[in-house]
Nanobody, 117 residues
Framework: VQLQAFGGGLVQAGASLRLSCKYS????????WGWFRQAPGKEREFVAA????????NIADSVKDRFTITKDSAKNVMYLQMNGLKSEDTAIYYC???????????WGQGTQVTVSS
């Protein structure tokens, strides 16, 4: 499975961004797709995850009132809509694939999101 994340950029606090993750390769209907982020000097953290069909998802408490995860299976793309961005959202955002929603085995290259206050 190959993944490519894009859509990051430099925005002001309060702005919105939509990240996209284009994936290809062999996938199964039991797969889970996730977004993670890593801020400078911090460990990578979970942001959101969604199942193959897009019918079930989970979003970290720290962003659940501002971020939305969706998926277009027909286009092999997953999205992360980020609204009301804050400086603490500044990080490299990675998309990833999992066969069980627990361990992620394939990762995209990451896209930088920088929020200026």
């Amino acid at each position: 499975v190959q993944l490519q994340a894009f859509g990051g950029g430099l925005v002001q606090a309060g702005a919105s961004l939509r990240l996209s993750c284009k994936y290809s390769g062999r996938t199964e209907k039991t797969d889970v797709w996730g977004w993670f982020r890593q801020a400078p000097g911090k460990e990578r953290e979970f942001v959101a995850a969604i199942n193959w069909s897009g019918s079930s998802w989970n979003i970290a408490d720290s962003v659940k009132d501002r971020f939305t995860i969706t998926k277009d299976s027909a286009k092999n793309v997953m999205y992360l809509q980020m609204n009301g961005l804050k400086s603490e959202d500044t990080a490299i955002y990675y998309c990833a694939h999992s066969t069980n929603g627990d361990q992620y085995d394939y990762w995209g290259q990451g896209t930088q999101v920088t929020v200026s206050s």
